[in-house]
């Protein structure tokens, strides 16, 4: 008898594919996919076959289909890919269905559906996970054991700014993220990585937050500048495409043809929209300020038309000043390359107080974000990972509190006022982070 854990997937487009992968192949020992699940037929069918290939047989399901394949196909887990506006229906059903739940970020697009998790959680006792990749990324996981050691001492202030380029932020701007009702625009959908980052880093959670943002490039004003005065919605037979820098060759690429552009009259989703559409309602430039619970302060913010990727963190604390710059190869989601390996300039430099600054040689690995996928995986997937003390591991708290952050600037955004968490969930318990430097501890030694 197999002592395999069976899954099953539900929501079929680029990003599931990695988990699907690594089921049928590395962890194929330990992990068995028993059941697939999607709107479109024809990337359900190519999931189908992707299974076949690999020698394996995988029914497909239907949307509406769902729980007759929770009970046919009796899962242990379900993995969780669909559009973020459909998480909370897929891990609150499968949790119900006496099944545990892994979900891709973000938990949820709002503060009801993240409430309806971390109730139905409490209700069912059963298990959800959220894969937080950037925490196992090495030089991600490097500053968390530089902040653990007390290098800087008590953190008191941070100051953390996201870049998205013009290949991989404009992406978000062609695609259904594009839509607040779909994702909960970047400050949900993107940032959700960040904001996780930061409460794991600090190992506390979000308490207040006052935001503004607004979409200023990706909008037609932008395009006329540029002289693009004759465009399509879509790239596919826009007249513009030979002098568009934004122009997507969804036909010339093969994996984006064969994942969406094959499949389109399915469901009518176009993957290539003009990222100048006056159809968008996602903000491309926010400024946060966050409050936490044990009194830091974040200084925040995320623009998404950059000329290049990554990540700007500065920690103030009682004994220095710890500076990380992450920078990140150029990618379009799904088009074949592996999404956001770390580059040449990638460093952290420590500032101590009264003595010389040094730079830490940074912690390297290799793949997807950072090399966090392949380590994140072998968390998910390995039946005895190795113990770990940063605790990277995240469950619906952590996913919870990650969201709440973006949530709360949404609500900002819109009103014009500070919001405060707890007017907005309830009952929702403190994640697990790893202990942090004392404050009674001595700043001199």
Request: aromatic share 10%; charged share 25%.
């Amino acid at each position: 008898m197999s002592t395999r854990k069976r899954y099953a997937q539900v929501g079929l487009g680029s990003r599931g594919f990695m988990y699907t992968e690594a089921i049928l192949g590395d962890y194929a020992d330990y992990a068995e996919m028993v059941g697939f699940c999607d709107l479109n037929p024809g990337r359900l069918q190519r999931y189908v076959d992707y299974a076949e290939s690999k020698g394996v047989r995988v029914p497909g399901y239907a949307a509406e289909d769902f729980d007759r394949m929770i009970r046919e196909t009796k899962p242990d887990c379900v993995i969780v890919t669909t559009k973020d506006c459909h998480h909370d229906e897929y891990i609150c059903r499968a949790l119900e269905l006496d099944c545990d739940a892994i979900s891709e970020k973000p938990l949820a697009t709002d503060e009801k559906k993240c409430q309806r998790i971390a109730d139905t959680v409490a209700k069912t006792g059963r298990r959800c996970r959220v894969t937080f990749n950037y925490r196992y990324a090495p030089a991600t996981t490097q500053v968390k054991d530089l902040l653990m050691s007390g290098v800087i001492g008590d953190i008191i202030s941070v100051d953390f700014h996201w870049l998205l380029n013009t290949s991989h932020g404009a992406d978000y701007f062609r695609r259904w993220h594009r839509n607040k009702e779909n994702s909960g625009g970047l400050m949900v959908h993107k940032a959700t990585h960040h904001f996780d980052a930061m409460n794991w880093w600090l190992s506390t959670v979000p308490v207040s937050v006052y935001a503004s943002g607004d979409r200023k490039f990706y909008r037609p004003e932008t395009a006329e500048r540029y002289g693009l005065t004759n465009r399509s919605e879509r790239c596919l037979d826009c007249p513009e495409a030979g002098k568009c820098h934004f122009y997507l060759d969804i036909k010339g690429n093969e994996h984006l043809r064969e994942l969406y552009l094959d499949h389109e009259h399915y469901d009518g989703y176009f993957r290539d929209r003009c990222v100048f559409s006056d159809l968008i309602d996602i903000e491309d430039t926010m400024e946060l300020v966050v409050q936490y619970a044990n009194g830091v302060r974040m200084s925040y913010s995320l623009n998404a038309f950059m000329p290049w990727e990554g990540r700007i963190v500065v920690f103030n604390g009682t004994k220095g000043r710890l500076e990380h710059v992450g920078r990140e190869t150029v990618y379009i989601s799904g088009d074949g390359t592996v999404p956001g390996e770390m580059m040449e300039g990638t460093t952290t430099r420590i500032y101590p107080h009264f003595k010389d600054p040094y730079q830490v040689e940074v912690w390297k690995g290799e793949g997807g974000h950072g090399g966090g996928d392949k380590l994140l995986l072998d968390d998910l997937f390995s039946p005895n990972p190795p113990e770990d003390k940063y605790l990277r591991a995240a469950d619906y708290r952590a996913g919870a509190y990650s969201i709440l952050t973006g949530i709360s600037a949404n609500h900002s955004m819109r009103t014009g006022e500070p919001v405060r968490i707890a007017d907005l969930v309830h009952d929702i318990p403190l994640p697990d982070y790893p202990p942090m430097p004392s404050p009674d501890e001595p700043l001199s030694r």
